[in-house]
């Protein structure tokens, strides 16, 4: 009975035990597709015991020497986005997606794959993989963010400002560096900069533009400005020369280190946001992308040269330009606005320098010859009564002997030979002064005539032509008389006929 009672509870057993059972019509499994045997030897290069202490921008590049012409047809369709990526952060399927992505770009297909590898391709080519030279590198680098910045601006940004980088580390043409977002302010402010630090060499209009680009407070945009342009640029740059003459004698600090920029030389690191290993062959040389800045290797570590502006530089140079503004209106009527806080030495001194401009202003006014045009016609007439009481015969000079051989004086031309017009005979002169000697040669270039006669009577040609420029300055605010032979200004011809040869004067 035990037995058959044993054999019935074994058999029972047996059946709740569970066993394999093929499966009738299941599908084959799909086979693994070995890791390319390339990308383990890259991988490898990480775990040898000699590249154990590297940066992972050294062992980057050697990876990515060791990887330069692998192609893969993977097919991976997912996005990697990681900051500052290598190899070694994918995974061995996003790697070979990656390669595969690589192999489609380099055959003109550029595709949104995720920022990561963008940024491999960009690293590979900051360290001139696949490529044949830097200039070769450059335009790839070109092309594909061009192409990419459309598909993802955000990797764009960051290749533009790699672009810049890439041709000042390789020596390329200072043309290729592009001037977008902060790279075209910066460049904006260090031509301000420089036309500023060399003012002496442009005009007030050129300076002002400049100092208004450096200022906070936009005096070009100013109603008084727009009314009185050349009165308020001269009075902004009187102003600041005074100020820089109170700093030299006040301040530890120039005006120009204060208000506008002081140089600057500091280490620098090209490629800092990228993966990006220094070749160490770098030679000793220096980059100029602008006549203020420039960038200098020296034993393969680089420096910046530039002038920076200080902290709110800005701001206190927009204090003179707003209190020049605001105590300016004053005197040509224009409506007022709220002055800035000055200190009591920057409201003395734009004071000081407005009414001194202005005093020049009125000097130079009253200085000024009007023309009464209405009282021409008695100015004639009495001009020749004048001239019947002056008009004496003259007595015949003694025959004196020649003892000696006098110098051949050429013949004179047709022109000099003609009576001399009594109104510039001896002792007469002009209403500006001019003597009888100095208006005759202002004819004679009016007219084109011979000089000869100044010669023959014993004158120096630029004796009168100093003489006359000197005379009429005052009315002219420039030499009338210029050149070698001297020639009459041609801006001022017209004016000259009109007043010497057909006696407008």
Known sequence: MGDGWTAEILQRLTGHVY??????NAPAPTPKRPTPKLLLAMRSLVTNSRNYWQSRAELFLKQARLMANYEDDYIYNGAVNQYFPTYDSLSDVQLRGYFTWRTAVRQGRVEKRGMSYASLYVYELLHLIGCRDAQDAYEKLHSFCEAYRA????IGHYIVHWEDEFAIYYGLDPKLITWHGNALVCREQDDAICMVLHRTEHTAEAVMAALCTLSSYRLERSKLYRAHTAEVNAVVLRVLERAAEYYEKHRQISAFADLIAVPQTAPIRLFSSAVFQPSGEEQDRIYEVHPLRRYECVGGYW????YERPERAAQRLGVFLRGVDATLRAHFGISAIQPPKLKKWQAKIIDEEIIAFLAEQRAAEA???????SQLARIRKD????????????????MMPVFETLPVVPPASAEDMQPVDPAIAEGAEDINGLDAAELRLLRTLLCGGDLAWVRAEGLLLS????????KLYDDFADTVIEGEPPA??????????GRYLHGSE
Do not use: W
């Open 367 to 373: 200085r000024r010859v009007r023309l009464d045009f």
């Open 303 to 306: 420096t910046l040269h530039s």
């Open 463 to 470: 004796v009168l032509v100093d003489g006359v420029n000197e």
């Open 19 to 24: 066993h394999d059972e093929e499966i009738p």
């Open 488 to 497: 009459v200004v041609s801006d001022y011809r017209d004016e000259l006929i």
């Open 383 to 398: 001009a020749d009564v004048t001239q019947e009481r002056l008009i004496v015969e003259e007595e015949e000079p003694p």
């Open 151 to 154: 598909l993802d601006p955000q």
